[in-house]
């Protein structure tokens, strides 16, 4: 069982940067692969990005490529992600997912979510 928590949301404004983190416990979260994810109240779950349990692969979403950075800490059991250059589009509530195995783009492949954070860009 692995129960994860988001935080660093909140309000930037348009070409700003937020850091969410997603921390984690349970046991043995160090074999998990994390994925990001991001909700608007009129879209489905998006991926955003995936990063192995050893943090050498890393995955991202075409809309936030090259702006996006997800890096983990198996010693402290945090997953972050750096987001620079924000846009409004990128509003939403973000969430953290592990699952056991390889990554995945796709949220139903994931066993476990954190409860969320939201991020708002003004533009």
């Known amino acids: 069982q692995v129960q994860l928590v988001e935080s660093g949301g909140g309000l930037v404004q348009v070409g700003g940067s937020l850091r969410l983190s997603c921390a984690a416990s349970?046991?043995?979260?160090?074999?998990?692969?994390v994925g990001w994810f991001r909700q608007t109240p009129e879209n489905e779950r998006e991926y955003v990005a995936d990063?192995?349990?050893?943090?050498?692969?890393?995955h991202y979403g075409d809309s936030v490529k090259g702006r996006f950075t997800i890096a983990r800490n198996n010693t402290e059991n945090t997953v972050d992600l750096q987001m620079n250059s924000l846009k409004p589009e990128d509003t939403a509530v973000y969430y953290c997912?592990?699952?056991?195995?390889?990554?995945?783009?796709?949220?139903?492949?994931?066993?476990?979510w954190g409860q969320g954070t939201q991020v708002t860009v003004s533009s």
């Open positions: 997912a592990a699952r056991t195995g390889v990554t995945s783009i796709h949220a139903h492949e994931y066993e476990y």
């Open positions: 349970g046991r043995a979260f160090s074999n998990y692969a």
């Open positions: 990063i192995s349990w050893t943090g050498i692969n890393t």
